[in-house]
């Protein structure tokens, strides 16, 4: 991978809580356009990754480098969303009183700066490009609807397009589909293909079946380290992942047919 095409390093990151070793060594690249699913039991250190990158988290070591020269760890959350870091997490933060409509041009303005935004008025680029955004996200005929009335799937996709309107250069998202029927999921995995198109994405995902069906690479996390690293074949046919994690899936899977 040439350095000009890589957009996020992660180098020996390390967390600790308390003495406790959340995340040991990370070693994480990340290149433009690319698609990566986080993958690992319970606890290895996903979502501790994700906080790192976004600044909720300090490492106690290691660095975290955006487009290769700014180092990250150092910033704060909102200088690092500023950047073009943009982080979904587990539970949607939207305004459940303000209409569909109404929570993307927030987001919108809020890309602009303050003083911008209250100045502004919405030209006609701005509202074609929130109805845009509202089709990209499957809400085209409930734009006037109330957020808070919208499906779990349906809260999902509308923040999901709420953090778009700020253009990040890197989007960040925990378990995305958790919670989601089949069909909100699959109607998700399409989303994000559609948006690493143009931007590089980093989901942590617990789903294997949703992994399963994306050719990307595969990044696999066992106790706060990494683990392997490959597409989904090569993870499957690695026996130390087999062990950690897809073995005791499978023994789960089996347990549960043999009681069924
Ligand atoms: P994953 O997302 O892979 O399930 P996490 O990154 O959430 O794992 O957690 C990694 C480990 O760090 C777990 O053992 C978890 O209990 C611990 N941990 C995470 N956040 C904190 C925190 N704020 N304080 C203490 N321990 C934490
Ligand atoms: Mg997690």
């Not at 789903?207 to 490959?230: I, Q």
Request: net charge positive; hydrophobic share 40%; aromatic share 4%.
């Amino acid at each position: 991978m040439s350095s000009k095409s890589v957009i996020l390093q992660c180098k020996e990151v390390s967390v600790e809580f308390d003495g406790f070793k959340a995340v040991t060594g990370m070693n994480l690249e990340l290149a433009r356009g690319e698609l990566r699913f986080l993958i690992g039991p319970n606890g290895a250190g996903k979502t501790t990754v994700l906080d790192v990158i976004c600044g909720k988290v300090k490492p106690v070591s290691g660095k975290v480098l955006f487009q290769g020269k700014t180092e990250l760890t150092r910033r704060k959350e909102h200088q690092i969303a500023e950047l073009g870091v943009g982080r979904k997490f587990q539970a949607p933060s939207i305004f459940p009183s303000l209409t569909v409509m109404e929570n993307l041009e927030i987001s919108m303005r809020q890309q602009r700066g303050l003083l911008a935004a209250l100045r502004a008025r919405m030209t006609r680029e701005d509202e074609q490009r929130l109805k845009d955004q509202l089709q990209m996200i499957g809400l085209e005929r409930k734009g006037a609807w109330r957020a808070g009335g919208l499906s779990h799937g349906e809260k999902q996709w509308l923040e999901i397009g709420m953090l778009l309107l700020q253009e990040p250069q890197v989007l960040l998202l925990d378990e995305p589909v958790a919670g989601m029927t089949d069909k909100e999921t699959h109607k998700t995995g399409e989303l994000l293909r559609q948006i690493a198109a143009k931007r590089s994405v980093v989901v942590v995902e617990h789903d294997m079946e949703f992994v399963r069906n994306f050719a990307s690479k595969v990044t696999v996390m066992h106790e706060g380290r990494l683990l392997r690293e490959g597409t989904m074949e090569e993870v499957q046919r690695d026996a130390r992942v087999a062990e950690v994690y897809l073995g005791k899936r499978r023994v789960e899977l089996d347990v549960s047919r043999s009681t069924a």
